[in-house]
């Protein structure tokens, strides 16, 4: 069990990377099929966990994260929660859950000396609209770039660039919470197969360019020191699946998310 509690009272470094629209059993088939080794390396127990996601679609799904609803196991029983915004007084909360008396994450950890930074993917992080402006708006700091979004076929490469940036640049004298939103797979993924047409095969195959990128964060990163990791999807994507298309639906594919966390360094 992770005391997120004692890590973020510590002063401990936050990295929270979601995969965006990337389905469980994508993810899971990739690890098995050996296309990840990267992540598999990391990974406790080299595995996903699958869990169910608060939101079916990028916007609820993100602000539910940060409100301290992150994907919970398809089962009865849940495990201890890493952060949870302070209850009412007739709730109790274990003392390894990080409680913050503040009406989000993100202003809950400045609280406790955290520099909070986004680093964008899709346009919900692109402050290109008032929507686009809702997610960055809540962190001290938000980066976003055309080449950062899924069009872009480096746009892994682009973002890891930039996150290792910030972390060069932050030091140690202040706790940093890094935010990365991977974009690859997101729709549209199909070129990475040479297609126009988006699939499970294609959101793999965009998963699998990833893995070299978000490993290459992984070791920059806690190389530097000891960290939190936290890593999922924020929901699935249909590909015709019953008949289904697309995301924010009711569905298993849609629910059904990657999801890890562990500390490392």
């Not at 510590?10 to 990337?22: K, M």
């Not at 008396?101 to 680093?119: I, K, Q, S």
């Not at 797979?185 to 195959?205: F, I, N, R, W």
Request: hydrophobic share 40%.
């Amino acid at each position: 069990m992770i005391d997120a509690a004692r890590i973020i009272d510590s002063g401990t470094d936050i990295l929270f990377v979601t995969f965006d629209s990337l389905r469980h059993d994508v993810a899971r088939t990739a690890l098995t099929e050996g296309h990840t080794s990267r992540l598999a390396g990391y990974l406790p127990g080299g595995q996903w966990e699958r869990r169910q996601t608060p939101g079916t679609f990028t916007l609820p799904a993100n602000m539910a994260f940060f409100s301290g609803f992150l994907p919970k196991l398809p089962q009865p029983e849940q495990p201890t929660r890493l952060w949870e915004c302070r209850p009412p007084s007739f709730k109790t909360v274990p003392p390894e859950t990080f409680v913050f008396d503040a009406p989000n994450l993100l202003e809950g950890l400045a609280m406790h000396g955290y520099r909070t930074v986004c680093v964008g993917g899709v346009t919900y992080f692109s402050q290109e609209t008032p929507l686009g402006s809702v997610l960055p708006a809540m962190f001290h700091e938000a980066h976003w770039r055309p080449e950062f979004c899924s069009p872009a076929i480096e746009s892994t490469r682009h973002q890891v660039d930039q996150a290792l940036d910030i972390a060069d640049r932050a030091g140690s004298r202040t706790p940093l919470f890094l935010f990365v939103n991977i974009s690859a797979t997101h729709v549209p993924h199909g070129h990475y197969l040479g297609s126009g047409e988006d699939t499970t095969a294609s959101q793999a195959a965009a998963l699998a360019y990833a893995d070299g990128h978000v490993g290459r964060l992984l070791d920059g990163l806690t190389s530097r020191g000891r960290w939190l990791v936290i890593m999922c999807a924020d929901h699935g994507d249909a590909y015709g699946d019953d008949g289904y298309h697309g995301r924010g639906i009711a569905h298993p594919v849609v629910w059904n998310v990657p999801f890890a966390s562990w500390v490392q360094g």
